[in-house]
């Protein structure tokens, strides 16, 4: 129960039909919030039809356009009170050959709906960002000194020695990243989401509107787009597993990232909502917890009781970083935020999802993609 005297909100979700944006819409319809979507429907998400997803609550209104059209816009802002913007294109790989589509819809589409704000401003702006915009995480090296703008070199990684070494060639042990950790961006994905965050946050910062960037890490969980060959690792060898296939783990299958539940997501952007404090400000939605890409496919394929040990390829996927993992301390002290969704009843939720769906094998699909294009060794 939501008891308190809080206003109903009606709320402008951009890109709400996808994956992160309708479980924020679910959550604020629950505690008792108006909603509102602007969505292009990208047959890459929802499939050649463009058809409403299935899971969309029926209480979501849905205004079918796109975020660079400022009339389409203009008709989904009005009598709005608070926006999430979270319509982009999201693939890492992708961007780095659909260049100019990346930087119309994510850049472009930022820049069209700010415009629109500023003609008709609203008490609150989140911005979806992306862990992407650190590239490699923060290390620590055996002095103790920390390492803020490690990048691996095409030599090290043609020759199979995965992990970042400091620059006079010491070995370097991935820590936690904090916010602070300065921006590296490695594709055009990462650069057009440190633009679509400095973007809002800066023009929120001139015309008054309270703006929050949150940094998801990798987020997880029912509803990812399988049809997608760019979505999350966890997805796709959840799909291999259940197609009776193991895993593929691109280097040594050693490299760490931080997974979130959507559900937890979802929860730190309403956070990102309520928490005055938290406006001008970007932070990291996370676990705080790191984990490697093959202890991910060993317990997803338990948790699936499918007997197939991952398939360690030794191949590098180019723009791949190899550790990043969230300091959360930011999170935790401003918004409150207290991630609840464990790593194995999470991964369980997804696999039902996931056998409910026509699990399809798309990492074919995306490997033959970035290797005509050059961009997997
Ligand atoms: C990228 C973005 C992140 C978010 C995410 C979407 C970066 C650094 N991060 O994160 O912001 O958009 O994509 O989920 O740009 N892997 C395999 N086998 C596979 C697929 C992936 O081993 O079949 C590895 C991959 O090499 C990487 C890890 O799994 O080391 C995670 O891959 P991902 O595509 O799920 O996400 P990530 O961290 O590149």
Not at 35 to 54: E, F, K, T, W
Not at 175 to 189: G, I, W
Not at 260 to 266: E, K, Y
Not at 319 to 343: E, K, N
Request: glycine content about 8%; overall charge neutral.
């Amino acid at each position: 129960m939501h008891g308190d005297a809080r206003m109903q909100r009606r709320v402008l979700i951009t890109g709400g039909a996808g994956f992160i944006g309708s479980h924020v819409a679910d959550a604020l319809i629950a505690r008792g919030d108006r909603v509102r979507v602007l969505d292009a429907l990208l047959p890459q998400v929802h499939g050649s039809d463009r058809r409403r997803p299935a899971y969309l609550s029926a209480d979501v209104e849905l205004v079918e356009g796109d975020v660079r059209d400022p009339a389409a816009v203009k008709r989904a802002l009005a009598s709005i009170d608070v926006v999430y913007h979270f319509a982009s294109r999201v693939g890492v790989g992708q961007s780095m050959y659909e260049l100019a589509d990346y930087t119309s819809v994510n850049n472009l589409g930022t820049a069209v709906l700010l415009e629109a704000l500023i003609a008709t401003p609203v008490q609150r702006l989140v911005v979806a960002s992306s862990m992407s915009v650190y590239g490699e995480g923060l290390y620590r090296d055996s002095r103790g000194r920390l390492h803020d703008r490690v990048q691996r070199t095409p030599d090290q990684i043609a020759g199979g020695r995965w992990d970042p070494r400091a620059e006079d060639g010491s070995e370097l042990a991935p820590v936690p990243t904090p916010e602070t950790k300065p921006p590296l961006l490695a594709s055009l994905y990462a650069l057009s989401k440190h633009d679509q965050e400095r973007m809002c946050l800066m023009v929120g910062a001139a015309y008054k509107i309270p703006t929050v960037a949150l940094r998801f890490f990798n987020v997880y969980g029912p509803r990812q787009a399988l049809s997608n060959p760019y979505t999350g690792v966890l997805a796709i060898f959840a799909a291999r597993l259940l197609n009776g296939r193991p895993p593929l783990l691109f280097e040594d299958g050693r490299q760490q990232r931080d997974f979130v539940h959507v559900r937890d997501a979802a929860n730190a952007c309403l956070l990102a909502l309520d928490v005055e404090e938290a406006a001008g400000r970007a932070f990291n939605i996370a676990s705080g917890r790191a984990m490697t890409i093959r202890e991910v496919a060993e317990r997803m394929a338990g948790i699936l009781e499918r007997n197939l040990a991952p398939h360690v390829t030794g191949q590098h996927r180019v723009g791949d970083i190899r550790h990043c993992t969230a300091d959360l301390s930011l999170a935790r002290r401003v918004l409150g935020f207290a991630p609840q969704v464990g790593f194995d009843r999470g991964m369980r939720e997804l696999a039902v999802w996931l056998e409910a769906q026509s699990a399809v094998d798309r990492f074919e699909h995306m490997r033959a993609e970035l290797a005509d294009r050059g961009l997997a060794v």
